[in-house]
């Protein structure tokens, strides 16, 4: 019988064997969640140092408390180069995630009972931007955008008729299913009319619009720009706010992250991704150039074998991600875990037109090539990897034996990519001895 001291370690070994198999999992797993991705080791390192043990409320050089000499430097070299890759006047590198930096904004430009536009969650939108969500916690009322899901994106003069008839606080745009630009220079006219903040929620597109392979929100039409920083960006699990308006507006959306939504800020994670913006500085373009062109590619291929991929009217998608109709596959939950079973790793998604239909049982599945890209892919193991997919869903195959073949197939990538230095990825770190 152990005593107590060892039922405790036993149960800390427990959760670090788990975290061993989970890495292990995934290194023999091809992962296309879409927003997700995996850090540089420079960036990883970062993750592990006394940053994270450390208090910095404020902004730098104006704290609260003393330790922050090294602080301050760090956060002035991550602002500057986020200022950089965003072409942008200000940059608040302090949440913790996107669904923080969006809270901060919110807080920032709106009281409770106010009214604002928003996408969707059928059309993508993501809980941040819905009543249920951040949204209602600041006590706002919303008013849905309506989508054109041939174009798989927000109908233009519904939009505008939307926007002229509710006169919004803030119009508010950017999903979780992001596959084409906002239209957002076609909105400028009915902005100004109404007089609204503009906020692009780019949490998905980050590192596309920051690699110039997207659209450009912030010189279309959008003064903030929020975001996670863990998408198509390859940093850690943190958020950013980006503005280009007014130093007013932007003391404002300041505040509203400290103090209105929270104290310490996470400083290793912002230290990882002053490393992730300088790699994304070097690298970004010619990564985001590759992402989109693998997932336009796996959207063809996927259609090829028959799956219903939406967006084929435009090419797919202009970003890393796609949507596919699966309800004559057996439905989206279906797929997701027959998919999970080959060690292929994706999410079932709500369709635009899913209106009865329940979100953990959706008509689609979502699929990003973010990730892949990091490690390696290129357009024969797309090829490649459609066709397993296909194996699996539409030709039936065992499961075991599609799961074979992914093992075999991920063991070939052994590297990220789009980042300076060299590191296997999916390895455990060990510290404890
Ligand atoms: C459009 C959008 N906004 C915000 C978020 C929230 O980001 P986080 O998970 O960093 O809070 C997400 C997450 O997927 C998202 O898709």
């Known amino acids: 019988m152990l005593n107590r001291t060892d039922e405790f370690l036993e149960d800390a070994l427990y959760i670090r064997d788990l975290a061993k198999k989970h890495n292990k999992f995934f290194e023999e797993s091809i992962p296309l969640i879409a927003s997700e991705n995996i850090m540089s080791p420079m960036a990883m390192?970062?993750?592990?140092?006394?940053?994270?043990?450390?208090?910095?409320?404020?902004?730098?050089?104006?704290?609260?408390?003393?330790?922050?000499?090294?602080?301050?430097?760090?956060e002035d070299r991550v602002i500057d180069l986020g200022r950089a890759l965003f072409n942008s006047k200000y940059i608040d590198p302090r949440p913790l995630s996107g669904t923080n930096?969006?809270?901060?904004?919110?807080?920032?430009?709106?009281?409770?009972?106010?009214?604002?536009?928003t996408p969707a969650l059928s059309g993508g939108g993501h809980i941040s931007s819905a009543s249920f969500g951040a949204v209602g916690f600041r006590g706002l009322k919303?008013?849905?955008?309506?989508?054109?899901?041939?174009?798989?994106?927000?109908?233009?003069?519904?939009t505008i008729k939307v926007i002229r008839?509710?006169?919004?606080?803030?119009?508010?745009?950017?999903?979780?299913?992001?596959?084409?630009?906002?239209?957002?220079?076609?909105?400028?006219?009915v902005f100004n009319e109404v007089n609204c903040k503009v906020v692009y929620d780019a949490a998905h597109v980050l590192g596309l619009i920051a690699g110039k392979q997207f659209q450009d929100p912030l010189r279309e039409g959008a003064e903030i720009l929020t975001g996670s920083t863990h998408k198509t960006l390859p940093g850690p699990q943190h958020g950013i706010i980006v503005g280009n308006g007014s130093e007013e507006d932007w003391k404002k959306v300041q505040r509203g992250i400290f103090p209105g939504t929270?104290?310490?800020?996470?400083?290793?994670?912002?230290?990882?991704?002053?490393?992730?913006?300088?790699?994304?500085?070097?690298?970004?373009?010619?990564?985001?150039?590759?992402?989109?062109?693998?997932?336009?590619?796996?959207?063809?291929e996927?259609?090829?074998?028959?799956?219903?991929?939406?967006g084929e009217k435009n090419g797919f998608t202009k970003s890393h991600t796609l949507a596919v109709d699966v309800s004559e596959n057996g439905g989206g939950k279906y797929v997701a875990e027959t998919l999970e079973k080959c060690n292929i790793i994706i999410n079932k998604n709500l369709l635009p037109y899913d209106n009865n239909k329940k979100s953990m049982n959706p008509s689609g599945i979502r699929l990003g090539t973010q990730e892949v890209t990091r490690i390696g892919f290129k357009e024969q193991?797309?090829?490649?990897?459609?066709?397993?997919?296909?194996?699996?869903?539409?030709k039936h195959r065992d499961t075991n034996s599609v799961k074979d073949d992914v093992i075999e197939f991920k063991s070939q990538f052994n590297e990220i990519k789009y980042c300076f230095g060299k590191y296997k990825p999916y390895q455990y770190v060990e510290i404890f001895k």
Request: charge should be negative; aromatic fraction near 14%; include cysteine.
């Open 45 to 74: 390192e970062m993750l592990l140092t006394d940053f994270g043990f450390r208090y910095a409320e404020g902004l730098p050089h104006k704290r609260y408390y003393q330790g922050n000499y090294y602080v301050d430097l760090l």
């Open 101 to 117: 930096a969006n809270m901060g904004v919110l807080y920032a430009f709106t009281k409770p009972g106010d009214l604002i536009s």
């Open 142 to 158: 919303t008013v849905n955008y309506p989508f054109n899901v041939d174009e798989m994106n927000i109908d233009i003069d519904g």
């Open 165 to 189: 008839e509710n006169k919004p606080k803030i119009c508010w745009f950017g999903q979780s299913v992001f596959l084409f630009p906002t239209p957002l220079k076609e909105l400028n006219d």
């Open 262 to 300: 929270l104290s310490n800020h996470h400083i290793n994670a912002m230290a990882a991704l002053g490393i992730t913006m300088s790699e994304h500085l070097e690298f970004g373009e010619s990564y985001a150039k590759q992402i989109i062109k693998n997932a336009r590619l796996l959207g063809e």
């Open 302 to 310: 996927l259609n090829k074998y028959g799956f219903k991929v939406l």
């Open 381 to 394: 193991d797309i090829k490649y990897l459609a066709e397993l997919i296909n194996d699996a869903v539409i």
